[in-house]
């Protein structure tokens, strides 16, 4: 299934650092996953995107510039040269393994609109049974705009049109909408979707899945970013979901990288559907039936409170389910380190003067 991962930085990086570089960038892990826990379908090979606000704000006019392609990600030269050319500070990449639709670029995310930005992990229970409804409800202005043929645009599609009828212009431009109209947006998003599958469930239709919906979105407004982990299920886990904040986002050394914490501000704030580095305290995992605001450089997380809601917070859900779909992915153990290491490359870091003393008694030995 598919995988995304957001970046939103006070200080613009260059999206090899996210995307290609990173031993578990998003990029290895649409096909090389050590972390995912279901291995029948290992690859997320069904193409690719990458969206990223630019730093010039006249190539901002309209909306975040983006890179499609149907290719594999892990295989895309031309993705490797634009990472290693391109900074930004709020970037939306997405790694798909297809549910619905055919391979092709459209069908591929993120998603955008003007400003706005969207992407989707999980899928629409019985989506083909809630379609039509899904689209007789939307405005014609944005049933037009529907190029592919994924539930995940069709949400995107009806998120607009939430956002229209709430009184908000999805066209507006420059300095974005506020959390709480996108996070209001989301969750009524979700409401219509939710509403509209029990019913389908509820038929009789001996044809309908039991199957629950899982929608992790992620939307943007080029300011403010808006995440959802969601399952229309009391019982089971939604698809994985976690965050990392920090002062600086670092390779510690080539292919490893961690989350640095210098001061308590959160400089860095990344979510990603699988955590990027190996260090467990880096990752925070969002609750189940949650929403995580990203407001400037502070996250609020919210309870999503409806019939799906658990209000014990000890409550252990089933991950069977997102296991078996690929969907589950987790955060490993720290390393062991030694006790008497020195603090600095306990961190995973050398001296310079280390470094070369090594390099020479690797060489003698050699001799």
């Not at 999206?15 to 570089?21: C, E, F």
């Not at 090979?45 to 892990?74: H, M, N, Q, R």
């Not at 300095?175 to 509209?196: K, Q, S």
């Not at 299920?233 to 390779?251: I, N, Q």
Request: proline letters at 5%; hydrophobic letters at 35%.
């Amino acid at each position: 299934m598919c995988r995304f991962l957001i970046f939103k930085g006070k200080e613009p990086i260059k999206l090899s650092h996210l995307l290609t570089r990173p031993a578990h960038s998003i990029i290895n892990q649409s096909f090389d996953s050590r972390l995912r826990l279901d291995r029948r379908r290992p690859m997320n090979g069904d193409g690719f995107g990458v969206a990223y606000y630019p730093l010039d704000s006249e190539l901002s006019e309209d909306g975040p510039c983006i890179f499609k392609a149907i290719t594999p990600a892990w295989n895309n030269q031309n993705l490797e040269t634009l990472s290693e050319k391109t900074k930004s500070n709020l970037v939306f990449a997405h790694v798909r393994a297809s549910t619905y639709g055919v391979l092709s670029e459209t069908n591929c995310h993120p998603f955008t609109y003007h400003d706005i930005c969207f992407m989707h992990n999980g899928g629409i229970a019985n989506f083909a049974k809630i379609k039509r409804r899904l689209l007789t409800h939307i405005k014609d202005e944005y049933l037009n705009l529907l190029q592919g043929s994924t539930d995940s645009e069709c949400a995107f599609a009806l998120f607009l049109d939430t956002l229209d009828k709430m009184g908000v212009d999805p066209s507006k431009k420059d300095g974005g909408f506020g959390h709480t109209a996108l996070r209001t947006a989301l969750l009524n998003t979700i409401g219509y979707i939710r509403d509209w599958t029990k019913e389908v469930a509820e038929s009789g239709d001996a044809t309908v899945s039991a199957e629950p919906s899982l929608l992790n979105f992620a939307v943007t407004d080029g300011s403010t970013v808006v995440v959802s982990r969601y399952i229309t299920s009391k019982t089971d886990e939604a698809a994985s979901l976690h965050f990392s904040s920090g002062s600086s986002f670092v390779e510690s050394s080539p292919g490893e990288y961690r989350m640095e914490r210098l001061d308590r501000n959160q400089d860095v704030i990344m979510v990603a559907s699988e955590p990027l580095t190996f260090e467990r305290g880096d990752w925070t995992a969002v609750p189940t039936n949650s929403i995580l605001t990203i407001k400037k450089q502070t996250i609020l997380l919210h309870p999503i409170v409806d019939e799906y809601y658990q209000k014990d917070p000890l409550y252990l859900r089933s991950s069977t389910l997102a296991e078996n779909k690929g969907l589950m992915g987790t955060v490993p153990l720290a390393k062991v380190v030694e006790k008497n290491v020195p603090p600095l490359e306990r961190e995973g870091r050398i001296r310079p003067a280390i470094a070369d003393t090594r390099k020479k008694t690797a060489a003698h030995r050699l001799i």
